[in-house]
T-cell receptor, first 112, second 118 residues
Framework: SQQGEEDPQALSIQEGENATMNCSYK?????LQWYRQNSGRGLVHLIL?????REKHSGRLRVTLDTSKKSSSLLITASRAADTASYFC????????????FGKGTKLTVNP | EAGVTQFPSHSVIEKGQTVTLRCDPI?????LYWYRRVMGKEIKFLLH????????ESGMPNNRFLAERTGGTYSTLKVQPAELEDSGVYFC????????????????FGPGTRLTVL
């Protein structure tokens, strides 16, 4: 399977703590994107990291990509209750197809 | 700038009926994608349009699903006849780039249409 797989499946932390989610994939990629989905709502794009990049930041988000290990991590610093959501990684592959392949997601709960 | 919009937000139909979902991409985006998430499973790709042409329809589950994008603007996804296993959330996404050069472009998703087949 080409799909990304997030780890852990569920994560519960206290407000102010950092949250780290990991994603692994199996084949060569062009890019990896992280999305957030609040309960019952659509997918919100968080960050895209290209295969030739190793780290990107956006506000309280930090994404790393290790193509040798075929893995990525999403770090949310100083978490807030509003960060409670499901987080998905999605990979875009080499070879012409532009479809994204999603993992099952990590359900993050930030307790006030 | 308006985001990707989808209509309806929720549809409840009976097995054997027909349903048509609509997606309006972000203005100027040539790429339009359909994905779906059935209960407990991953979000899975259905197909990709570049303007009005189907670029990749490898994810379409069977011939009960028909997607169109006449004129290269909005797209419809028709399910006829609907089966119980078609229940799920259908997402549409769009991106700006054209072709391989822009294949790493960000895909922006709509809110989804929740389809329930009884």
């Amino acid at each position: 399977s080409q799909q990304g797989e997030e780890d852990p499946q569920a994560l519960s932390i206290q407000e102010g703590e950092n949250a780290t989610m990991n994603c692994s994939y199996k084949t060569s990629i062009n890019n990896l994107q992280w999305y957030r989905q609040n309960s019952g709502r659509g997918l919100v794009h968080l960050i895209l990291i290209r295969s030739n990049e190793r780290e990107k930041h956006s506000g309280r988000l930090r994404v790393t990509l290790d193509t040798s290990k075929k893995s990525s991590s999403l770090l949310i610093t100083a978490s807030r209750a509003a960060d409670t959501a499901s987080y998905f990684c999605a990979t875009g592959f080499q070879g012409g197809s532009e479809k994204l392949v999603f993992g099952k997601g990590t359900k993050l709960t930030v307790n006030p | 700038e308006a985001g990707v919009t989808q209509f309806p937000s929720h549809s409840v139909i009976e097995k054997g009926q027909t349903v048509t979902l609509r997606c309006d991409p972000i203005s100027g985006h040539d790429n339009l994608y359909w994905y779906r998430r059935v209960m407990g499973k991953e979000i899975k790709f259905l197909l990709h349009f570049v303007k009005e042409s189907k670029q990749d329809e490898s994810g379409m589950p069977n011939n009960r699903f028909l997607a169109e994008r006449t004129g290269g603007t909005y797209s419809t996804l028709k399910v006829q006849p609907a089966e119980l296993e078609d229940s799920g959330v259908y997402f549409c996404a769009s991106s700006h780039g054209i072709g391989i050069l822009f294949s790493t472009d960000t895909q922006y998703f709509g809110p989804g249409t929740r389809l329930t087949v009884l």
